[in-house]
């Protein structure tokens, strides 16, 4: 396809086509009509066979060699999460940039993306750390990410088990900046969802981990916590590339993952779906000591798909606001707010430990590498840092609507709105907390309690003891 031009980007009309059919029930057999109608929208600029695998790929499937969508060994894949990796490359879709002009190898931060002889795209998997910026610079899709909604939709569609939403805070102002938290989860409602939950919620929970975390773990000038656990990228950068510092990271898991624990602890027939901006959300759902908490991982970009599909408009749905997350839970969205969320939360838990609290805030990969490389040689200043792959924090997410700097304002106006400054007054934690059994004050949640086993990860080659329940 040597004259392709550099605009072609099937993937939002696929994206549409694929959660239509699905939401109606009738995806396998109108998958080759929609095939034939995106094929011909574009038969100038593309093929019948990247075509089908851009549908696949929607599909939560793997590309294949053929002009068919699906073949006699795809149904029973289509009935679960999607199978790893999650970011695809489709060789045959990518011969159209200059050598000198293409925009993945660029903005690949590890240099996991090559051409070959003929031009073709490929993905280096032991460098590749998942987090999707080469999806997002390429025009073509050929690279892209699975799509998870198609079960999901079935399952919405079925009512057979209550399916929680837990919605990420970098939600705020991405489908408009007229829809609030309250007309957001009364769309989601309307979609079937039995309830939506703020991921923030449990990243107070977490805050608080981080606060006992920091405690017992940084003694001396020269000790450090390593967080956030709420990157997927970051904490894969640190296991891959600096495997030495392992012990220093904060043995906690990510909100997201404290969000579908908790509530399948209340709830052990519920279904838990995350929504955000991340692709590599979808690979933390499927690590082997994660694996089971979280059903299905949704970006806001496919979000919007099925919104779209479904004919909701979030910006007409009546104003439902279940408020419940902290100030400080609802910055984890943004870069630097896990950091500010641990240090107002440490001066109210312990404060003599608030006063020696120096966080690093790393921004971006090429950050993140520059702050690794730093801890190794002895050479940085710091006892707690939070990294994040993406510019911007969870806003700089490939699977965003806005640019990373609206995603920011918005993210700060959403924190701004909450009723509580942090966790220790939120009522809501010590609801949760209440309902698992710890009915005084907030506990440690570093030692054998159900809270502190919900909130517990071991990694592998970490030597730090680990309550029993998770040895």
């Given at each position: 396809?040597?004259?392709?031009p550099?605009?072609?980007?099937?993937?939002?009309?696929?994206?549409?086509q694929?959660?239509?059919?699905?939401?109606?029930?009738?995806l396998?057999?109108?998958?080759?009509?929609?095939?034939?109608?995106?094929?011909?929208?574009?038969?100038?600029r593309?093929?019948?066979?990247?075509?089908?695998?851009?549908?696949?790929?929607?599909?939560?499937l793997?590309?294949h060699?053929s002009?068919?969508?699906?073949?006699?060994?795809?149904?029973e894949a289509?009935m679960?999460?999607?199978s790893?990796?999650?970011?695809?490359?489709?060789?045959?879709?990518?011969?159209?940039?200059a050598?000198?002009?293409?925009?993945?190898?660029r903005v690949?931060?590890?240099?996991?993306?090559?051409?070959?002889?003929?031009?073709?795209?490929?993905?280096?998997?032991?460098?590749?750390?998942?987090?999707?910026?080469?999806?997002?610079?390429?025009?073509?899709?050929?690279?892209?990410e699975?799509?998870?909604?198609?079960?999901?939709?079935?399952?919405?569609?079925?009512?057979?088990?209550?399916?929680?939403?837990?919605?990420?805070?970098a939600?705020?102002?991405?489908?408009?900046?007229?829809?609030t938290?309250g007309?957001?989860?009364?769309?989601?409602?309307?979609?079937?969802?039995?309830?939506?939950?703020?991921?923030?919620?449990?990243?107070?929970?977490?805050?608080?981990?981080?606060?006992?975390?920091?405690d017992e773990?940084?003694?001396?000038?020269?000790?450090f916590?390593?967080?956030?656990?709420?990157?997927?990228?970051?904490?894969?950068?640190?296991?891959?590339?600096?495997?030495d510092?392992?012990?220093?990271?904060?043995?906690?898991?990510?909100?997201?993952?404290?969000?579908?624990r908790?509530?399948?602890a209340?709830d052990?027939e519920?279904?838990?779906?995350?929504?955000?901006p991340?692709?590599?959300k979808k690979?933390?759902?499927?690590?082997?000591e994660?694996k089971?908490?979280?059903?299905?991982?949704?970006?806001?970009?496919?979000?919007?798909?099925i919104?779209?599909?479904?004919?909701?408009n979030?910006?007409?749905?009546?104003?439902?606001?279940?408020?419940?997350?902290?100030?400080?839970?609802?910055?984890?969205g943004?870069?630097?707010?896990?950091?500010?969320?641990?240090?107002?939360?440490?001066?109210?838990?312990?404060?003599?430990?608030?006063?020696?609290?120096?966080?690093?805030?790393?921004?971006?990969?090429p950050d993140?590498?520059?702050a690794?490389?730093?801890?190794?040689?002895?050479?940085?200043?710091?006892?707690?840092?939070?990294?994040?792959a993406?510019?911007?924090g969870?806003?700089?997410?490939p699977?965003?609507?806005?640019?990373?700097?609206e995603?920011t304002?918005?993210?700060?106006?959403?924190?701004?709105?909450?009723?509580?400054?942090?966790?220790?007054?939120?009522p809501?934690?010590?609801?949760?907390?209440?309902r698992l059994?710890?009915?005084?004050e907030?506990?440690a949640?570093?030692?054998?309690?159900?809270?502190?086993?919900?909130?517990?990860?071991?990694?592998?080659?970490q030597n730090?003891?680990?309550?029993?329940?998770?040895?």
């Open positions: 396809m040597p004259n392709q550099k605009t072609l980007n099937i993937r939002p009309r696929i994206l549409y694929v959660a239509k059919a699905a939401w109606q029930g009738q396998l057999e109108r998958r080759e009509e929609i095939c034939s109608l995106v094929h011909q929208e574009f038969a100038d593309t093929t019948r066979r990247h075509v089908a695998n851009q549908i696949r790929i929607a599909m939560g793997d590309p060699d002009d068919t969508v699906i073949s006699e060994h795809d149904t289509l679960g999460m999607a790893e990796p999650f970011v695809l490359a489709d060789p045959e879709a990518c011969s159209s940039c050598p000198g002009d293409r925009a993945c190898e690949c931060p590890v240099g996991a993306i090559s051409h070959d002889e003929l031009g073709r795209v490929g993905i280096d998997r032991t460098r590749c750390l998942g987090e999707g910026y080469c999806v997002e610079a390429c025009s073509f899709g050929a690279l892209a699975k799509a998870n909604f198609v079960p999901l939709i079935n399952l919405l569609r079925q009512h057979e088990h209550p399916v929680y939403a837990s919605v990420a805070p939600f705020a102002g991405q489908f408009g900046p007229e829809v938290a007309k957001f989860r009364a769309a989601l409602l309307k979609l079937g969802f039995t309830e939506m939950v703020e991921t923030a919620l449990y990243a107070d929970l977490v805050t608080i981990k981080e606060c006992f975390e920091y773990h940084v003694q001396t000038d020269k000790d916590l390593i967080t956030s656990c709420c990157c997927p990228v970051w904490i894969k950068l640190v296991e891959n590339r600096f495997p510092l392992l012990d220093h990271i904060s043995p906690s898991v990510s909100p997201m993952v404290a969000s579908a908790v509530l399948k209340f052990p519920a279904k838990v779906v995350f929504i955000g991340c692709v590599a690979s933390e759902a499927l690590l082997p994660l089971g908490a979280v059903d299905f991982v949704l970006t806001f970009q496919e979000l919007e798909a919104f779209e599909a479904a004919e909701v979030p910006a007409e749905e009546p104003d439902e606001e279940n408020p419940q997350a902290s100030w400080g839970g609802r910055l984890y943004r870069a630097g707010g896990v950091s500010a969320a641990v240090a107002t939360t440490l001066e109210k838990l312990i404060p003599k430990r608030a006063e020696k609290f120096r966080p690093l805030k790393a921004d971006g990969i993140c590498q520059k690794l490389e730093q801890i190794k040689r002895g050479e940085l200043d710091a006892n707690f840092i939070e990294g994040m993406c510019k911007g969870c806003v700089g997410g699977g965003r609507i806005l640019s990373p700097e995603g304002g918005h993210v700060n106006a959403y924190g701004d709105a909450s009723t509580s400054h942090t966790p220790v007054e939120n809501q934690v010590y609801a949760i907390l209440n059994g710890h009915e005084a907030i506990p949640l570093t030692g054998e309690g159900p809270m502190a086993t919900l909130l517990a990860r071991k990694f592998s080659g730090r003891p680990l309550p029993k329940e998770e040895k």
